[in-house]
């Protein structure tokens, strides 16, 4: 399981290098609208499969089926981690939408 595996290479800005064209924003504002909801999906995808794993492994340990009983603690703290990620994204996503909002156009 790659832990980093909604993490996305970052890509080049367009900083002063000429006007684009209303149909390159528009690919431009899709391309990042549809980053950012693969960012989030990823981030999601991961809390449920880690949450899953941790749910699986508590069964087997209650059955007595779990032949290494450290693998239940270590799922665990994937799981809490990646809700903190998940959490921090959240956060992170409002309070830029929220200076968005404050900007004065």
Known sequence: M???????PMQLWN?????????QN?????????LFKSVFKNAVDQ??????????KQYLLSTG???????????????SLSV????????KTLEAYNELIKMNV
């Not at 790659?2 to 996305?8: H, L, P, Y």
């Not at 809390?47 to 699986?56: F, G």
């Not at 903190?84 to 956060?91: F, H, S, Y």
């Open 47 to 56: 809390v449920k499969e880690t949450q899953a794993d941790v749910e699986h």
């Open 84 to 91: 903190d990620v998940l959490i921090t994204l959240r956060n």
């Open 26 to 34: 528009v690919a431009v504002a899709n391309t990042d609208a549809s």
């Open 65 to 79: 089926q779990l032949d290494d009983a450290h693998t239940l603690p270590i799922a665990e703290a994937k799981a």
């Open 2 to 8: 790659d832990g980093a595996g909604f993490i996305t």
């Open 15 to 23: 900083i002063g290098g000429g006007q684009l064209t209303e149909a």
